[in-house]
Structures are given as structure tokens and as C-alpha cells.
């Protein structure tokens, strides 16, 4: 990616810019393959998108559709097995025994934790699948601030001043970035109600190494982390940001990963990486169950809000399909 945008951008900082596209699906450019240049021209040529109210309201109004079609929805009901005869799941079992019968059986959890944790045996598979390794995870802040910033945007990036250091730390060193790109949203930009008058909602996220069980990293290091990023953005404008916090939500991969199960900490699914998969995903049909099928980021097409959404559409046409074929 870098190097397709270097054959016509020379000014560094454009080219930081335009590499930084790579955020949306958390890989670094310098490994992903060129396509990735596309990411630009279709958030340009096709624009943002912003549910009014916040992001929970696509949850709320998909909820709203399944119930008018007379979908039963089990709350608080982990899923702990996927029980199986030969090629076929025929139940799923929850987290308080029960067990309930399935004729197809949709996953949300990203395919390689749902091997893992959910079916036995699956090590041939897991094999094959390494060649998908998860993304970049992130530390995420989530602040309730009683001042307004005129200067943020919806959208605000605060780039590194070294950026291959900062994706080198992200994606081969597995250390935190001295001087991270911080990617922030403000939506009272777009949307004023969500906040009382006078005030900000922002969200801070700096890509940062998923979870290495060979080299972890503390508390305290990612602690840190939130100083000097809380420090550089008031550097670069937010003055007296942290004494204005009046709420915050603070994770770390390890947050992530124990919320969502996520392939160690990742917030983005698989990786595209031209040297391990060429950017692409896993499959959206199970190879290992006929009647297993997966939503999310780490399969087809990728991670990302717009991309696990539409990752539903297309595994609703593929289960239609098989359906219609018998």
C-alpha cells in the first residue's frame, strides 16, 4: 500500500494521510497489498455514514426488525458448544445447560476463537487458518467532558511524527508506541443531542499490538499509554483535556478480548497482510460443518462497521441459496 501511494504522492505528511486509510481495517500499510489504496476513494467517492443517536441505534432497530418478523431473541444466554454429528451442527448448548436444537447455526464470534472455544477437535482446521492472524487491537477511551472543542471535527487524526515506527511498534516490535496516531471522534459534530449543551462525547483510539502471550505487556504499560496520549493531544490543541474528564470507559486488549472473544484482543478481525493472506478473509461458510456459517470482521468482507454489517447481507444470501439448492 505504501509503496503504491509513493509512486504518485511525494509530500511526506500527504502520504501519511493516505496511508492511514489502513485504520479501517487495522493493518499497517507498509504490509498490506495495494488494494488498500481503494479505502480513500470510496470513503471520498461514497462518503460517512452516521446512525442518529449513536451507533447502539443500529442495534436497537435491527432488534426492532427481528422481533415484527417473530424472531425469538434469548438474552444473557452465552453460547458455550457447538454440538455436531459428522459434517452437520445440530444444537447449540448455552452457558446454563440448556440446549437448544438448530438447523443453522450463524456465529458472530470471529471464526478462530469460535474452533477454539466452541468445537473440539478442530486442529487441522485452526492450521490452516493460521495464515489468518488477527489484526491490530487498540486502546480505547471513551470520555464524557464538560467543555466544548470548536476545533475537533467528527473525525480528527493526530498523526505520529514517525509513522513506519509507530506501525512498526503496532505490527512486528509488539511494543506501545512513544508517539502513537490517534484516530478521535467527537460526534456532537453531527450530533448535539447526545451530550448535555456545553459538553463533548470523545472517543479516542490508538491502534496498539494485540495480545502476545510470549511477550505480554502490564497494567501499567498500558496505562501509560493513555498519559502520553491524553498528553499529546492536549500538546496538539485539547487544552486541559484531562481536567475537564468527568466520565470515562478505559479498555485494554485484555478488555476486548474477554468482552468479545476476540482472536487475541484484535478489534478489526484478520490482518491484511500481502505476505500471510494477500488481504483476504476467512470464508463465511465453515469448511468444516455444512451448515455453520460466520458473521464479523474476520470473515468475508473484512472488519469495520460497514464491512460486518454487510458480512450479515451476504451470509443471508448464501444460507438462501443453499436453502433454494436443497
Not at 507498509?30 to 442518529?52: E, K, T
Not at 487458518?129 to 480505547?140: D, E, T
Request: aromatic share 10%.
Amino acid at each position: 500500500m505504501d509503496q503504491g501511494v509513493r509512486r504518485f504522492i511525494k509530500h511526506p505528511k500527504l502520504v501519511d494521510i493516505l496511508n492511514y486509510f489502513i485504520k479501517y481495517v487495522g493493518s499497517s500499510p507498509y504490509d498490506a497489498p495495494a488494494l488498500m489504496n481503494l479505502l480513500p476513494y470510496i470513503q471520498f467517492g461514497y462518503g460517512l455514514w452516521y446512525v442518529q443517536g449513536g451507533m447502539y441505534k443500529l442495534a436497537q432497530a435491527l432488534e426492532r426488525l427481528a422481533l415484527e418478523l417473530g424472531v425469538v431473541i434469548h438474552l444473557n444466554s452465552e453460547i458455550t458448544e457447538i454440538r455436531h454429528q459428522q459434517k452437520t451442527a445440530t444444537s447449540v448448548v448455552l452457558s446454563d445447560g440448556r440446549e437448544l436444537s438448530a438447523d443453522i447455526v450463524v456465529s458472530n464470534m470471529e471464526a478462530i476463537p469460535a474452533y477454539q472455544r466452541l468445537l473440539t477437535g478442530q486442529e487441522a482446521e485452526l492450521n490452516r487458518l493460521k495464515k489468518f492472524a488477527p489484526s491490530c487491537s487498540g486502546l480505547v477511551l471513551h470520555l464524557g467532558v464538560d467543555k466544548y472543542y470548536d476545533q475537533l471535527a467528527h473525525h480528527n487524526f493526530f498523526y505520529s511524527e514517525h509513522a513506519k515506527e509507530h506501525f512498526d511498534s503496532v505490527f512486528h516490535s509488539g511494543r506501545l508506541s512513544e508517539d502513537p496516531t490517534i484516530y478521535l471522534v467527537a460526534p456532537v459534530k453531527s450530533d448535539a443531542g447526545i451530550a448535555p449543551p456545553g459538553c463533548e462525547i470523545i472517543k479516542i483510539l490508538p491502534h496498539i499490538p494485540n495480545i502476545n502471550p510470549e511477550r505480554p505487556l502490564s497494567a501499567d504499560d498500558y496505562w501509560q499509554l493513555r498519559e502520553r496520549v491524553l498528553l499529546k493531544l492536549e500538546n496538539m490543541g485539547l487544552t486541559d483535556l484531562r481536567k475537564h474528564i468527568v466520565c470515562e470507559e478505559y479498555w485494554t486488549p485484555l478488555d476486548i478480548q474477554a468482552r468479545y472473544y476476540s482472536n487475541q484482543g484484535s478489534i478489526y478481525g484478520v490482518v491484511a497482510d500481502r505476505n500471510k493472506n494477500l488481504g483476504f478473509k476467512i470464508p463465511q461458510r465453515s469448511r468444516v460443518l455444512n451448515n455453520l456459517y460466520f458473521v464479523g470482521g474476520s470473515v468475508n468482507p473484512g472488519g469495520g462497521m460497514p464491512m460486518v454489517t454487510l458480512s450479515g447481507q451476504l451470509v443471508r444470501d448464501k444460507i438462501v441459496a443453499d436453502l433454494t439448492r436443497g
